[in-house]
């Protein structure tokens, strides 16, 4: 079986990926060899960075460029990616899911009012990769460090029984008054999402119809891209295979004076993610069915799916938007910026976290978020 | 099947290991609950950990404490540690396999020189572990954690298909001047070596043979202690299942004023990091076979197996004792520490890694250290 062409199949119909015909055994260049074969000519380019791959540890000087201030901090978050859980090979290309591994850590920085500055990325590989498959991923998480201006300087490769895992650890500095933390959220502040919800969520659920399509047209062989339904519906497949961190709107906050109460970014769903605020901060909150932003592309899909799009918005994971609250008097400077939408507002906490429906009947918010260690999902 | 219970047999003959007879899905707590349920009680010790678990990311202040020099460095390494690939739980208890994941990382930061401060933990869980068994392997990282003055920062947790995945990151701290990397060896330098080599190779030996007549005298049940071979062994049994990193060495080498030249911890053998530090250094060595340290245990066991012990020192795994060069200066100042040896010098590059054998013949030296890539071990 030669996974580098057929694992590409059902996936280079969809993004026209790039199939190769060669396979090169991993065996065939060992540990450090393959190492130096995935990290070759990576440069850095964080004042931070001292040393990178290449010895025990990589050495970081936080005391340079944007970190150099009295009052810096070092931030530091952590993803483990697992083949079978978090990923199936049949529709999601090695590339994108490498830039996914990299950028869902890049979030969680941002997440924090940060910027991130380096990864370490270990991978356990089981015999069915090659070297070309290696390089497609780590051709992913290298363009989303580039575009992030951040550095890889560190990992551990090693073989492993079963399927593909990826763990990548995300350091980032911040200034110690800027972080946002999840328990700062007080009563009266206004509650703002960015993007749209339940998309990333919307993109999976079309790939796994399709793929159930692709198999029962031909079980065994390639499927002709005119027999799958994607077309209009490219921006779900985007969000669920190629998230981007929201830097962009971490950038407008700061420029536009605005510093969150407190932020996340939404990972496991948006009620989940609420939950976590209130709890942490010690308050309740409300939140509108007919703010929340919807994309018009999800909205039809759920409609031909017969899924309540409401409830995808919620509960639908991976999208990693922020979502954040702030003082209500910043009201005016948030008004202004694209792409964010105030969809509540925080309540005392004996009011519990609720969403108002159109039609003004209440609703207590639960989590109900993809659970991993669910026995359905294992 | 209780794992539980039955994958703890074997191990408890060893080392009288905790046997506990309830099991509580992880299911029933869910991923939030989990971590609040493995991580209560952790407190931080260290001056530059402002933030642990909870938020987006662990926040640092490496402007406290040690690290609060001018010229301080953060020092990163990461390890993956996979089932079936890493370890074997017939006979790894969860606690010492805890307690391993999180030394072998301080190793790495020591072997910088530096002084290892955070780490985070990832965890891939698969159905057959139970809460009961998690709590084990956390007891184990958080005795780590404790003994060497590390905090536990952060982590992700998540079901897995298959086995158990461990993926630890550490962040550590070193004053610039004070970091030694693998390039600064030069001609005339003594080659040194903490502890002794092979002799954790030499505990997998001994495991594998006695799990194979474990399961010849009982291949359903319990193995009665005195069936098996294990006294007067029991260091070698400490030294592959509960390794200890050379802080005191790191110690006294700083009280003695010696900084090494280039310096690494043995994970894959002596032969394979000397090579690693000959080609970085761009030099080549001698060493002498005659003044490799090595265990009487580890010996008479060999002897017993019929294995060469020579060979299991210079290519045997998993000591993490500490390799070293030092300017030849420095000769008096090393003599009286203890637990050091002096193997050899650092030649010029032309000569290559020699080994001089007892009666004076010289062989180049291989990198034979275990290969994980390699066809047999997958």
């Known amino acids: 079986m030669?996974?580098?062409k057929k694992s590409r199949t059902f996936a280079a119909v969809i993004l026209e990926?790039?199939?190769?015909?060669?396979r090169t055994e991993i065996s065939s260049l060992g540990e450090f060899g393959l190492i130096r074969h995935l990290t070759q000519?990576?440069?850095?380019?964080?004042?931070?960075?001292?040393?990178?791959?290449?010895d025990d540890c990589a050495v970081m000087d936080f005391n340079k460029?944007?970190?150099?201030?009295?009052?810096?901090?070092?931030l530091m978050t952590t993803d483990l990616l697992l083949e079978g859980i978090h990923f199936n090979l049949e529709y999601v290309p090695l590339k994108h899911l490498g830039y996914k591994a990299a950028v869902v850590n890049f979030s969680d920085i941002y997440a924090m009012n940060g910027t991130p500055t380096q990864i370490t990325v270990s991978l356990g590989i089981s015999k069915r990769f090659c070297i070309e498959d290696l390089e497609e991923l780590y051709s992913g998480i290298r363009l989303a460090c580039e575009r992030y201006g951040v550095d890889l300087v560190g990992g551990d490769t090693s073989a492993s029984m079963t399927g593909l895992t990826i763990s990548i650890t995300c350091l980032g500095t911040a200034n110690a008054e800027d972080i946002v933390y999840r328990n700062g959220a007080k009563e009266h502040d206004l509650i703002c999402v960015t993007g749209n919800l339940g998309t990333a969520y919307m993109g999976l659920q079309l790939l796994e119809r399709e793929r159930l399509?692709?198999?029962?047209?031909?079980p065994n062989g390639e499927t002709p891209a005119e027999a799958l339904h994607f077309?209009?519906?490219?921006?779900?497949?985007?969000?669920?295979?190629?998230?981007?961190?929201?830097?962009?709107?971490?950038?407008?906050l700061r420029e536009a004076g605005i510093k969150p109460t407190a932020m996340m970014d939404i990972s496991d769903g948006?009620?989940?993610?609420?939950?976590?605020?209130?709890?942490q901060s010690n308050c309740g909150c409300s939140i509108y069915e007919d703010k929340l932003p919807i994309d018009y592309q999800a909205a039809v899909l759920a409609e031909e799916m017969n899924l309540n799009i409401v409830t995808c918005a919620l509960n639908g994971g991976e999208d990693y938007e922020?979502?954040?609250?702030?003082?209500?008097?910043?009201?005016?400077?948030?008004?202004?910026?694209?792409?964010?939408?105030?969809?509540?507002?925080?309540?005392k906490p004996e009011y519990g976290a609720v969403l108002v429906g159109r039609n003004g009947e209440e609703m207590m918010l639960k989590a109900q978020g993809w659970n991993a260690f669910e026995a359905d999902n294992r």
């Open 41 to 54: 000519g990576i440069k850095t380019v964080q004042p931070s960075t001292q040393i990178g791959i290449g």
């Open 231 to 252: 077309e209009g519906k490219e921006y779900l497949l985007e969000r669920q295979l190629k998230p981007e961190a929201r830097r962009d709107i971490i950038e407008k």
């Open 65 to 74: 460029g944007d970190a150099s201030q009295k009052d810096a901090r070092v």
């Open 322 to 347: 922020l979502l954040f609250t702030c003082d209500i008097n910043d009201y005016e400077k948030l008004v202004p910026i694209d792409d964010l939408y105030i969809i509540g507002h925080i309540t």
């Open 17 to 22: 990926n790039s199939v190769y015909m060669s």
């Open 2 to 4: 030669h996974i580098c």
């Open 270 to 279: 948006l009620s989940s993610e609420l939950l976590h605020i209130c709890q």
């Open 213 to 218: 399509v692709a198999q029962t047209l031909n």
